[in-house]
């Protein structure tokens, strides 16, 4: 994306504009970017043309709001400026355990998968995964987790089904080795899926609603 772009995202953010519509000027805009109304107005074409907001105006006074493309945008300069600011080795997620679909198992079981979660990981999952629902402002760490190279888990197909790609990550619960594993594609926004050599709900004798913290090698 043009980066000339973020600060009239950002101030459309901070005004609400990613939860709903919020009235805003081009005038009040050009003054909050220190640019004329004529240039905000010309910006604020532009990020409707590349569908970064979305604009109404059936009431007296422009509203806009930023779109899910707009969002994510303003997730991924999030994520630079805390691996500017948080520059490290890790990074640690905080959420609390929930019950999944069911089928973390089922694709373990998969030898493929599973000779490879062997060789990356150096240790035999057991054949479920545990599941945590991120604290919301941990959701935003995952764009630093998937930005690092992590671990490779190929993709097959087997008996007429294809099965993606996985990248696995290192990590540790309570100095307990484990890996979070992100596939290709996921059912989840803000749900991890934790692989480890134990039963990680009886080892650590937690259930769902507990919280836990993750420390997500990077």
Known sequence: MNEKYLPALRKVALLGGMSGY???SSRELGEALGMSQ??????????????FIERDLGARRQRIRLTEKGIEELRREYAEYRRIFEMTDHVILHGTITTGMGEGGYYICQS????????QLNFKPY?????????KEDVGKLD???DSPGYK?????KEGRTFGE??????????????????????????????CQYHLRRTLSIT???????????
């Open 208 to 218: 769902d609603g507990d919280r836990v913290e993750v420390r997500v090698e990077i």
């Open 22 to 24: 919020v009235a805003i």
């Open 144 to 146: 630093i987790i998937r």
């Open 112 to 119: 493929p998968y599973m000779e490879q979660f062997i060789n």
């Open 38 to 51: 004529q240039s905000a107005s010309k910006r604020i074409l532009e990020l409707l043309e590349e569908g």
């Open 153 to 157: 888990i190929k993709g097959f197909s």
């Open 127 to 135: 054949e479920g995964t545990l599941n945590i629902k991120l604290d």
């Open 166 to 195: 996985v990248t696995a990550y290192k990590a540790k619960i309570r100095n307990i080795d484990c890996a979070v594993v992100i596939p290709e594609r996921s059912h989840y926004d803000d749900v991890i899926e934790v692989l």
